[in-house]
């Protein structure tokens, strides 16, 4: 006969077969297999840009400026999706922008996801004036609009790839607090816990090793959101002038290069701006299918 204190494991923690039962239905969930199928076709000519790429990303050709895509009059294959206001092949620039793009959002990701993780643990878990202080700077964090907060501290630092990353994981924790300061609070009284602080186990043991780890379903489909996000704000600040500096491929660089000819050329800012589209969508699929999967009956 099972004790109270298994099933209050029980009721948080996952049967031994879940991750095989979680990968099966994830073939059969339709919303997470296109978003999984279009995240891997762009991570997949993100990994492998330097093969997939026909030009370097960074040669210059003025005589072969704005060259039409492949479907438009006038459009080769020698350059299938055309080429920029300074010759370069638009097709290598999308590739290795899909790398910058990525890689902004997984990291910008991680570092937000590490702060608002701690933060919620340490509010969930302790309440009190702990709480209410952690409460204090998630309000303030949230009555503060995220762009324009970003648009002037990019603006102060100067714009470049390591300022857009710590910027963004500095501006993107709030989801992570908010959402794990709320289960923590579900969960800090549950009898597996009660148990492991009569064991005399330390407050970080019962952090980390009994609540963080009924936590990773939520995190998962946060961070997945979260990334989303960081990859339109890198977007519109690099769009904006202030967020990955030229000569650097990125899409929201791409489409504001594109921006003096939307009106005779628009396949340069349809082009990047359709792989930006997708990739987010991409994203947001894979993430609410992890939510279906993950949290089915909507627990964390």
Request: hydrophobic share 55%.
């Amino acid at each position: 006969m099972s004790t109270p204190t298994t099933l209050a494991i029980n009721d948080y923690l996952p049967p031994p077969s879940s991750l095989s039962r979680v990968l099966g239905k994830s073939f059969r969930h339709r919303g997470f297999a296109i978003g999984a199928v279009l995240l891997l076709i762009i991570l997949a000519g993100a990994l492998f840009a330097p093969w997939l790429a026909p030009y370097d990303p960074y040669a210059q050709d003025v005589m072969l400026r704005m060259k039409p895509p492949v479907w438009m009059a006038n459009g080769t294959w020698e350059f299938v999706l055309g080429t920029d206001k300074l010759g370069r092949d638009y097709l290598s620039r999308l590739l290795y922008g899909a790398r910058i793009s990525l890689f902004i959002g997984i990291a910008a990701a991680l570092i937000s996801g590490f702060i608002g993780t701690v933060m919620g643990l340490l509010a969930g878990y302790y309440g009190g004036k702990v709480d209410t202080f952690i409460s204090y700077l998630i309000t303030t964090r949230l009555a503060m609009p995220v762009v324009m907060v970003a648009l002037a501290s990019a603006s102060l630092m100067g714009g470049s790839l390591k300022v857009v990353i710590v910027l963004l994981g500095c501006l993107l924790w709030d989801r992570f607090a908010v959402v794990v300061r709320a289960s923590v609070q579900q969960i800090r009284d549950a009898e597996y816990v009660a148990s492991a602080q009569a064991l005399g186990c330390s407050t970080l043991r019962i952090l980390v090793s009994e609540i963080l780890p009924n936590l990773v379903g939520a995190l998962i489909v946060v961070a997945t959101l979260e990334m989303a996000h960081a990859i339109l704000l890198e977007s519109a600040l690099s769009f904006l002038g202030v967020g990955v500096q030229p000569p650097t491929p990125s899409w929201g660089l791409m489409i504001a290069e594109g921006k003096p000819y939307m009106f005779f050329s628009p396949w340069v800012i349809a082009i990047p701006g359709v792989a930006l589209m997708i990739l987010v969508l991409g994203i947001n699929l894979v993430g609410d299918g992890l939510r279906d999967l993950i949290l089915p009956d909507g627990r964390n």
